[in-house]
């Protein structure tokens, strides 16, 4: 069983920056996927940025909205994934979830972001 519990979300204007932390509970390995997904109002829950684990594989995916302003980094030690949002604009207002994979899709409680103009 995994347990991920979300951090950092809030409210600020365009152009701020916010990190959103997560840490995992249970067996979370270095091969595991772990990132974060977000829910926009109105919206699909939809990638934002992954980090993939060591697999050989493509290591980070980043949603093209997000590319250049968005950076997910993870700690394997603390078994923590943060995601450093610059640049923040009101369309990425939503609910933001950690995610994780070990055989089976884990979800976080969700974060709320707003980015006010």
């Known amino acids: 069983q995994v347990q991920l519990v979300e951090s950092g979300g809030g409210s600020v204007q365009a152009g701020d920056s916010l990190i959103l932390s997560c840490v995992a509970s249970?067996?979370?390995?270095?091969?595991?996927?772990l990132g974060w997904y977000r829910q926009l109002p109105g919206k699909q829950r939809e990638l934002v940025a992954v980090?993939?684990?060591?697999?050989?594989?493509?290591?980070?995916e980043y949603a093209d909205s997000v590319k250049g302003r968005f950076t997910i980094s993870r700690d394997n030690a603390k078994n923590r994934v943060d995601l450093h949002m610059n640049s923040l604009k009101p369309e990425d207002t939503g609910v933001y979830y950690c995610?994780?994979?070990?055989?089976?899709?884990?979800w976080g409680q969700g974060t709320q972001v707003t980015v006010s103009s």
């Open positions: 995610y994780g994979h070990r055989g089976l899709e884990y």
């Open positions: 249970g067996r979370i390995f270095s091969t595991n996927p």
């Open positions: 980090d993939n684990g060591d697999n050989g594989g493509v290591r980070v």
